[in-house]
């Protein structure tokens, strides 16, 4: 790995040149710290028996070794151990700033479908049910938290636009880290794009520098103002959301006290908006022990956050058998992470929610909630349908969950 104080050249491209630029198959990745567009495969990151932060390491070594300039590694990994993974060293990549806000009054363009089915996994009220078990296993003892998920399988009438789906994700929150990766599989009839607008991320590394922002705790924002900030008030007083979140922050802070010689972990967190939910948010950042080391990449850094448990639960292994037990969907890339790291280890990673599956004219949805003692049902059955407002706002299907 080379120095971590290499100065990397400023972007010269737009940011919504690399939107527009995007095709199914290109890797797609913007965040408040920069857009990045990647496309075509040098090589593949395959992990054998090690870690995939392991693989990724000797890919980018063999091809700085090339001759390779600013080699990359990009894609995501899905939410269990064994989960399928993409992760490759693109041909091409190019670099902007942060995506600018959409001018008043655009109008984003059209998918070419005009008629869904939904198809619920599981009913609603089985979710509510799935809960009260994830109760049931709290009160037994042995697991504080578990964040259980549920999907929604749309299927329209024509083959789903996924750059028209990433462009109108970014327009309505560029704060966001928005990401379209291609995640096809042997036996997929089509190409299957990961895509989304996570609120999270998970961890970024940029020089000796480490930032993590983990959320948990949330509520559905309104459209009135007054009523924000009734709901902002609500989730700062509210025991069982500051509850939520501490299991959270603690273990972020817990994971990269490894890895950081100064780490600062928020006393209290604050509160955090996107265009369609409130969360409580700690933002924890620290200086890395030894940024020349591969082990602290911003990959390896995420491997070892992986699950959070604002994704999985608390203690992580009965919280992960709670899931396989309660959630009739395997999750996927759902609640794993995507994203980039570079030669020196610098990068950004963030976790997968807010997310879609498409592949032609079928878009698979999932959306969770985190349970913890005093969690009630029906509230949390309400705070996954309003998780999938963003993505059904973007598909013009808001209301369907």
């Not at 400023?10 to 990745?29: E, K, Q, W």
């Not at 009054?105 to 070419?112: I, K, R, S």
């Not at 083959?159 to 096809?184: E, I």
Request: with cysteine; net charge negative.
């Amino acid at each position: 790995m080379s120095s971590p104080a290499l100065v990397r050249p400023r972007p010269v491209h737009r940011a919504a040149d690399l939107l527009a630029a995007y095709l199914p198959g290109s890797f797609y990745f913007s965040s408040p710290r920069g857009s990045l567009l990647a496309d075509g495969v040098r090589a593949s990151v395959r992990r054998g028996t090690g870690s995939w932060s392991g693989a990724a390491a000797e890919a980018l070594g063999k091809a700085a070794a090339l001759g390779v300039t600013e080699p990359v590694v990009a894609g995501a990994i899905g939410f269990r151990p064994e989960a399928e993974a993409g992760l490759v060293i693109p041909a091409v990549v190019r670099r902007a700033g942060a995506p600018e806000r959409s001018a008043a009054g655009e109008t984003p363009e059209g998918f070419g479908a005009t008629t869904w089915s939904v198809t619920p996994r599981p009913e609603p009220r089985a979710y509510a049910d799935g809960v009260r078990g994830a109760l049931d296993l709290i009160g037994a003892g042995g697991l504080d938290k578990v964040v259980l998920a549920r999907s929604l399988e749309l299927t329209a009438d024509a083959p789903v636009s996924v750059p028209s789906l990433l462009a109108r994700l970014v327009r309505a929150n560029p704060a966001a880290y928005a990401f379209a990766v291609d995640v096809t599989a042997a036996g997929d009839p089509a190409t299957r794009t990961l895509t989304g607008a996570s609120p999270e991320l998970l961890v970024s590394r940029r020089g000796d520098t480490v930032v993590a922002n983990p959320l948990a705790g949330s509520l559905p924002r309104s459209a009135d103002d007054a009523e924000n900030r009734r709901r902002i008030a609500t989730l700062l007083a509210s025991a069982k959301d500051r509850r939520e979140h501490a299991h959270v922050s603690a273990q972020v802070g817990d994971v990269l006290s490894r890895f950081c010689a100064d780490l600062d972990v928020p006393a209290e967190p604050e509160v955090i908006g996107t265009p369609t939910m409130w969360h409580l948010s700690s933002r924890i950042t620290g200086r890395l022990k030894n940024p020349a080391d591969p082990g602290s990449s911003s990959l390896a850094l995420a491997e070892a956050l992986h699950p959070t448990p604002a994704v999985c639960g608390v203690p992580a292994a009965p919280a992960y058998a709670a899931i396989a037990e309660l959630e009739p969907e395997d999750r996927g890339y759902y609640a794993g992470l995507v994203g980039w790291s570079d030669v020196d280890g610098d990068g950004e990673w963030a976790v997968t929610i807010r997310s879609a599956e498409v592949c032609d004219r079928t878009v698979r949805l999932f959306a969770g909630a985190g349970i913890v003692a005093g969690s009630d049902p029906e509230a949390e059955l309400a705070e996954t349908s309003a998780k999938f407002r963003t993505l059904l706002r973007a598909l013009g299907l808001e209301g369907v969950a």
